[in-house]
T-cell receptor, first 115, second 117 residues
């Protein structure tokens, strides 16, 4: 089974802190994604990566950056956390394998609270 | 641009009755369509997908979905609901395009399904 793990289930940070959210997948997937989930808004894509050291902005990249130094790991960075970044953050991965119809596999999520 | 609409925020159904969770989509080309389920405090789990071929797709836990191109819909169905089906359901679409952007899924806002004993 594909396993996507996220470093923390719950995280509480203070405004202005630098926050790192880590995601690791064990299935050698090429593609990795970071979403945030907010009630009434569904999932919104922050960033994604289709290869090591490659990144693409999603729909809401402002206030975030990412790093992908190794294929299995995709990090989301909040350079200076703000209260409006309080949310559930979901990481996902998928294989490319020559087609673009492969489903994404999700981690359990990190619920971040910024005080 | 691609988009997904789930017109119902919440669906209530009695245990044993059939259930339907609605989804409509908009893409410029042909769609790949997905349904995911999220149980409380969990990540999303893949249920089923439509790529091509038979319009009726069968997935996990007895769920199925029907692709209707003329109505641009992909409604999720189950003949007999269980209390354990109570969860948040997300529809997602991917446009068959080119470039890195075609890896992106666009999700609906989710529909909360409550199955009443």
């Amino acid at each position: 089974d594909v396993k996507v793990t996220q470093s923390s289930r719950y995280l509480v940070k203070r405004t202005g802190e630098k926050v790192f959210l880590e995601c690791v997948q064990d299935m050698d997937h090429e593609n990795m994604f970071w979403y945030r989930q907010d009630p009434g808004l569904g999932l919104r894509l922050i960033y994604f990566s289709y290869d090591v050291k490659m990144k693409e902005k999603g729909d809401i990249p402002e206030g975030y950056s990412v790093s992908r130094e190794k294929k299995e790991r995709f990090s989301l960075i909040l350079e200076s956390a703000s209260t409006n970044q309080t949310s559930m953050y979901l990481c996902a991965s998928s294989t490319a394998s020559g087609s673009r119809n492969n489903e994404q596999f999700f981690g359990p999520g990190t619920r971040l609270t910024v005080l | 641009a691609q988009s997904v609409a789930q017109p119902e925020d919440q669906v209530n159904v009695a245990e044993g009755n059939p259930l339907t969770v609605k989804c409509t989509y908009s893409v410029s080309g042909n769609p790949y369509l997905f349904w995911y389920v999220q149980y409380p405090n969990r990540g999303l789990q893949f249920l089923l997908k439509y790529i091509t071929g038979d319009n009726l797709v069968k997935g996990s836990y007895g769920f199925e979905a029907e692709f209707n191109k003329s109505q641009t819909s992909f409604h999720l169905k189950k003949p007999s609901a269980l209390v354990s089906d109570s969860a948040l359901y997300f529809c997602a679409v991917r446009d068959i395009g080119s470039g890195a952007g075609s890896y992106q899924l666009t999700f609906g806002k989710g529909t909360k399904l409550s199955v009443i004993p």
